[in-house]
């Protein structure tokens, strides 16, 4: 299945540029699943109500579209755990919670997504394309499977798993409570969920696809996004400069906003999607369709926006050169295009890495040779942290 995942600074359109990216592919084959968290019913001209949590036909053979309930979800998941716990609850004279009374918290909805995500990933479709949020939490949510279960490694062990038989007894001999069954299973059943989606997320046929309206915020979004995204080694598929106006207009106060326009385009990839402005908010799978071909109107190459044939950046490896022979290092090579030294941080703990880059961090295992190795300094240059690696005399095999 072909994955594109849409996000971009609020208000650029990137719930309309989804809902334009999946009929532009439907139209040419294939069974399609456009997923969103904001209605989706205005844009695709439909009903109000049309689209709900389960998958909907969509007006033209093949094009599906549904919408994440946060509510809804944590309803269903609040009132499940209450009947997990239940004997618990009764002991305590506790009462019970109604699914009426039940609203959303905080990281509901990203809890949804990923749920939803899931449930698609299981799905019988050609292409799945999903309108996340806006750009700093979309990063923050594709992050969000690979750090919950390091810390259920963490806090519950899968080797201390294997002792549950012996619990019983160890509770009676030490006088002090065991962790119940019940938490291990439910952690267990937490894992195989996180990581159904982050094999989605990491899925070499899973690109993600930023739309911004060029300007001076999107230029830094793009360039926080390409950070982002090397860090947590995703890939980018072509961007998307939405809402470009025509290049030919007489009119001088609206050549002054396309001359602006022009200056941020330059600092975009070459290799771009470029959508015009149709002169109001795209409403229909009519106006979605114009979206398809503007580009060459408004003086950018006639690309569609479908994912027929997506050129993709795909997520760069982090090498080790080996320098042992030469300077006794090795230096693992970081790839973070468009980083700064002052926001950059990294902290040796353990067998880990600790990498910060403004406002994201990611915790990654070193690679087995590094672990015999202590930090004796890193670099940022063109792009790319090199961390120096010495090997340490008391752990490297002798020879090696």
Same mark, same amino acid.
């Given at each position: ?6 996000? #971009? ?53 093949? @094009? ?49 997504? *990923? ?21 700093? +939490? ?44 019940? *938490? ?17 997320? /990491? +899925? ?37 400069? =939405?809402?470009?106006?025509?290049? +030919? ?17 330059? /600092? ?19 106006? *979605? ?5 503007? #580009? ?10 479908? @994912? ?19 300077? =006794? ?8 295009? #468009?980083?700064?030294?002052?926001e950059l941080n990294l902290v040796r703990r353990d067998d880990e890495l600790l990498l910060t880059v403004g406002p994201f961090r990611r915790i990654v295992p070193l690679p087995s040779a590094l672990r015999r190795c202590t930090v004796t300094g890193a670099a940022l240059t063109d792009g790319v942290l090199r961390v120096r690696f010495t090997p340490d005399p008391a752990l490297w095999p002798r020879g090696h």
């Amino acid at each position: 299945m072909r994955t594109v995942l849409v996000t #971009g600074p609020g208000g650029a359109g990137r719930t309309t540029i989804a809902a334009a990216t999946a009929l532009a592919t439907v139209r040419r084959g294939g069974r399609v699943l456009l997923l969103s968290a904001d209605p989706l019913d205005d844009v695709l001209g439909l009903d109000p109500g049309t689209v709900g949590p389960d998958p909907a036909a969509v007006g033209t053979d093949g @094009l599906w579209a549904a919408r994440v309930d946060p509510g809804e979800h944590f309803r269903t998941e609040t009132l499940a755990l209450q009947e997990r716990v239940a004997a618990g609850l009764d002991l305590l004279g506790a009462r019970r919670l109604a699914g009426e009374e039940l609203t959303p918290l905080p990281g509901s909805e990203q809890s949804a997504l *990923l749920q939803a995500l899931r449930r698609a990933a299981a799905g019988d479709w050609d292409t799945l394309v999903v309108d996340l949020p806006p750009l700093r +939490d979309a990063l923050a949510l594709l992050a969000l499977p690979e750090q919950l279960r390091r810390y259920l490694r963490r806090l519950l062990p899968q080797e201390r798993q294997a002792a549950r038989a012996l619990r019983p007894m160890m509770a009676q001999l030490a006088g002090i409570p065991m962790p119940a069954q019940a *938490l291990y299973e439910t952690a267990a059943r937490w894992d195989t969920e996180l990581a159904a989606v982050q094999r989605l997320i /990491e +899925d070499p046929a899973t690109t993600v696809r930023l739309v911004a309206e060029p300007g001076p915020a999107a230029a830094r979004a793009l360039r926080t996004a390409r950070t982002a995204l090397a860090l947590y080694g995703l890939r980018a598929d072509t961007p998307v400069p =939405n809402r470009l106006l025509p290049h +030919d207009t007489a009119d001088p106060w609206l050549a002054t906003l396309v001359a602006q326009q022009h200056k941020y385009l330059a /600092e975009w990839p070459a290799a771009r999607r470029p959508v015009g402005h149709l002169g109001r908010d795209p409403q229909g799978l009519d106006d *979605l369709a114009l979206l398809d071909t503007t #580009g060459t109107a408004f003086g950018e190459p006639g690309t569609d926006i479908s @994912l027929a044939a997506p050129e993709v950046t795909a997520g760069t490896p982090w090498p080790v050169e080996d320098r042992l022979a030469e300077e =006794n290092l090795l230096v693992w090579c970081v790839p973070l295009p #468009g980083a700064v030294k002052s926001e950059l941080n990294l902290v040796r703990r353990d067998d880990e890495l600790l990498l910060t880059v403004g406002p994201f961090r990611r915790i990654v295992p070193l690679p087995s040779a590094l672990r015999r190795c202590t930090v004796t300094g890193a670099a940022l240059t063109d792009g790319v942290l090199r961390v120096r690696f010495t090997p340490d005399p008391a752990l490297w095999p002798r020879g090696h």
